[in-house]
């Protein structure tokens, strides 16, 4: 019998070929599935896209509705619901008793809103030299700089190429390093401040003091500016007091401790009392807020009342929402401007975050 040498050769190969096919059709199989896998997540992230679109909407409609109600109120404050407050005047009583801001189911997930009102702040496209000298000064600028932000201000945001006497259009912006054009159109972003000549970093961002909120003008250097070489410590920053969008007006009932000394006319005995009446503590009938700017006459220094009711409301008309809208561990935040006119309000814009 004849046996072939080369037979036991070419069956170990066969076998090692057999191996590295499996091989080969395993990690081929493994690729597919985990592909399919892929796919199959980026499906329901897509899914879930829509979804969160959806919920993110709905929370601005609940939102525009409590507004609505609320707006039934001749006033704002904080400790109504759109605040995250207990409600006071008809909410207690009507649609609006018991609900809650977090949380609130929508389909197959929930949403959790925020809202700040923006007459809380000072509107930067209608601000006035006044006002926006008036922050400087309280923040510390330097004197020397107070002009130079100011004009140059309000020469971004109108719509002409005059130039104020120290401010600057697109021929100022035009010859720096990487030149680029003055807006001549309102703000639509706080952070466009960064690109107004003589506005720098630590002015649009404050300087990092804490102030004592039971001390107003507390670390305030009056434009008397920081010393040659050292780094400006400013107690808050442009982006802390500004906004876009607002009625034009700050509401006494909502504005800060920063923002009521940026109102021209007022000074620490002003700040403190309007600040202690909106504690309940002066209103002599307990109330904590103000209902009209009558009230301000017992309160803040008689020769700038007219100055300072200039400024000033009592209701708040801007809202911006951030909905937080969430199904299982996936998240996503939805902003949106708001503009309330007596029951009405409308959505002014709508992104996501």
Same mark, same amino acid.
């Given at each position: 019998m004849?046996?072939?040498?080369?037979?036991?050769?070419?069956?170990?190969?066969?076998?090692?070929?057999?191996?590295?096919?499996?091989?080969?059709?395993?990690?081929m199989?493994g690729?597919?599935?985990?592909?399919m896998k892929?796919?199959?997540? @980026?499906a329901?992230?897509?899914? *879930?896209d829509?979804?969160?679109l959806?919920?993110?909407?709905?929370?601005?409609?609940?939102a525009?509705?409590?507004?609505?109600?609320?707006?039934?109120?001749?006033f704002t404050?904080?400790n109504?619901i759109?605040?995250?407050? !207990?409600?006071?005047g008809?909410e207690?009583?009507?649609p609006?008793?018991?609900?809650s801001?977090d949380?609130f !189911?929508?389909?197959?997930?929930?949403?959790s809103?925020?809202?700040?009102e923006?007459?809380?702040?000072?509107?930067v496209?209608?601000?006035?030299? !006044?006002?926006?000298q008036?922050v400087l000064t309280?923040? $510390?600028?330097?004197?020397?700089?107070i002009s130079?932000?100011?004009?140059s201000i309000q *020469?971004?945001?109108?719509?002409d190429?005059?130039?104020?006497?120290a401010?600057?259009?697109s021929?100022? %912006?035009?010859g720096?390093?990487?030149? %680029?054009f003055?807006?001549?159109?309102?703000?639509?972003?706080i952070?466009?401040? @960064?690109l107004?000549? $003589?506005?720098?970093?630590e002015m649009?961002?404050?300087?990092?003091?804490?102030?004592?909120?039971d001390?107003? =003008?507390q670390?305030h250097?009056l434009?008397f $500016?920081?010393?040659?070489g050292?780094t400006p410590?400013?107690?808050?920053?442009l982006?802390d007091v500004?906004?876009p =969008?607002s009625?034009?007006q700050?509401?006494?009932n909502t504005?800060d401790e920063?923002?009521?000394?940026?109102? !021209?006319g007022?000074?620490?005995?002003?700040v403190?009392n309007?600040?202690?009446f909106?504690?309940?503590e002066?209103g002599? *009938?307990?109330s904590?807020a103000?209902?009209?700017?009558?009230?301000?006459g017992s309160i803040?220094n008689?020769t700038?009342?007219a100055?300072?009711?200039?400024?000033?409301t009592v209701?708040?008309?801007?809202y911006?929402v951030?909905?937080?809208?969430q199904?299982g561990? =996936?998240?996503r935040? %939805?902003?949106?401007?708001?503009?309330?006119?007596?029951p009405?309000v409308q959505v002014?814009?709508?992104?996501?975050?």
């Amino acid at each position: 019998m004849n046996f072939s040498p080369s037979a036991p050769q070419n069956r170990g190969m066969a076998v090692i070929f057999v191996l590295i096919a499996i091989t080969v059709l395993s990690i081929m199989a493994g690729l597919f599935a985990y592909s399919m896998k892929v796919e199959t997540r @980026l499906a329901a992230n897509a899914n *879930d896209d829509e979804q969160l679109l959806w919920i993110g909407r709905a929370g601005v409609e609940r939102a525009r509705w409590i507004l609505a109600l609320e707006g039934q109120v001749p006033f704002t404050d904080k400790n109504q619901i759109w605040a995250g407050g !207990p409600g006071e005047g008809p909410e207690t009583n009507g649609p609006l008793n018991g609900i809650s801001l977090d949380n609130f !189911p929508v389909g197959d997930g929930t949403v959790s809103l925020k809202m700040t009102e923006l007459e809380s702040k000072i509107n930067v496209n209608r601000a006035d030299t !006044p006002i926006i000298q008036q922050v400087l000064t309280t923040m $510390g600028v330097d004197a020397a700089t107070i002009s130079v932000v100011s004009d140059s201000i309000q *020469d971004w945001v109108d719509s002409d190429d005059a130039t104020r006497p120290a401010g600057a259009e697109s021929d100022y %912006y035009q010859g720096l390093p990487h030149p %680029y054009f003055a807006k001549n159109a309102p703000m639509d972003d706080i952070s466009e401040l @960064l690109l107004v000549k $003589g506005v720098t970093p630590e002015m649009f961002k404050g300087g990092g003091a804490t102030n004592d909120a039971d001390a107003a =003008f507390q670390h305030h250097h009056l434009g008397f $500016g920081n010393a040659p070489g050292d780094t400006p410590d400013y107690p808050f920053g442009l982006q802390d007091v500004f906004t876009p =969008f607002s009625s034009g007006q700050v509401n006494l009932n909502t504005a800060d401790e920063n923002v009521l000394q940026c109102i !021209p006319g007022m000074d620490t005995t002003s700040v403190e009392n309007i600040l202690k009446f909106r504690s309940g503590e002066g209103g002599g *009938d307990g109330s904590s807020a103000f209902q009209s700017l009558g009230q301000l006459g017992s309160i803040v220094n008689p020769t700038a009342l007219a100055q300072i009711q200039r400024y000033c409301t009592v209701r708040g008309s801007t809202y911006e929402v951030h909905a937080i809208a969430q199904i299982g561990d =996936f998240k996503r935040e %939805y902003i949106a401007i708001l503009f309330r006119n007596g029951p009405n309000v409308q959505v002014v814009s709508f992104h996501w975050n």
